[in-house]
């Protein structure tokens, strides 16, 4: 058995730590709401995105009903979430392309998620990993800048670190790593000045890239 990597050690530790609200229990393990709660969150925090994914299942639960909903009213219960009004526009639009044509049910590939408007290789993950418990990796802006700050990969984009990850991250941590590392980046790995001072994990970190820090 190989012996785990400083990186894989302080996965383990942020998955010990982890408590509060997460995305994958405010949605239900739902495909149909995973999929409107990550288009929501893009460029969006967690404490705007959960409140408006709540209240726009409360008016629209299933994309029958949103495909239904005028884009406006729609815009204007997400917000203030970041690009409210295209993200309006967008959710009733993906609700009409899933009603009309895979019957109202959510895609479950890659393929298909990534043929509706709007939606890339991060949401469409977070739905085959939260919504239907396929082994996938979600990588946004944090995991991939905390990745490559903790030594663990080499690489330019999240796509490129996506890959080496399901290369080198045991599977285990495949469906998790996006919600364990995302409020951690937003929170105290910060993309400038990371708060390395009350950081859990610091002692398994390199810093790659890091000139200032608290």
């Known amino acids: 058995m190989r012996s785990k990597s400083k990186a894989e050690q302080a996965i383990r530790l942020l ?13 239900k ?8 709660s990550g288009l929501i969150s893009t460029r969006t925090t967690d404490d705007v995105t959960y409140p408006a994914t709540i209240r726009l299942f409360k008016k629209w639960s299933t994309p029958q009903d949103l495909a239904d909903a005028d884009p406006a009213k729609v815009a204007d219960t997400i917000y203030p979430a970041g ?18 044509r895979y019957g109202g049910k959510t895609p479950d590939t890659m ?28 990588v946004d802006t944090h995991v991939h ?7 663990y990969v080499k ?10 990850l399901r290369k080198k991250l045991p599977k285990r941590y495949w469906n998790s790593i996006n ?8 929170n105290v790995c910060n ?4 708060r390395c001072s009350i950081c859990p994990i610091r002692k398994h970190c390199k810093r790659i890239k890091v000139t200032r820090y608290r």
């Open 83 to 100: 690009f409210y009004k295209t993200k309006g526009e967008r959710l009733v639009a993906i609700a009409g392309e899933i009603v009309n």
């Open 111 to 138: 393929k298909d998620l990534t043929s509706l408007k709007g939606i890339g290789r991060k949401i469409a993950n977070l739905v085959l990993t939260l919504g239907y418990g396929i082994p996938a990796i979600t």
């Open 179 to 186: 919600s364990l590392l995302v409020a951690f980046g937003q």
């Open 15 to 27: 998955a010990e730590e982890r408590d509060g609200l997460d995305f994958q229990r405010l949605n």
């Open 29 to 36: 393990r739902n495909p149909w709401r995973v999929l409107c």
């Open 155 to 164: 690489t330019k984009s999240p796509f490129e670190t996506e890959m080496a």
């Open 191 to 194: 993309p400038v000045s990371p």
């Open 145 to 151: 800048r905390i990745m490559n700050r903790l030594g």
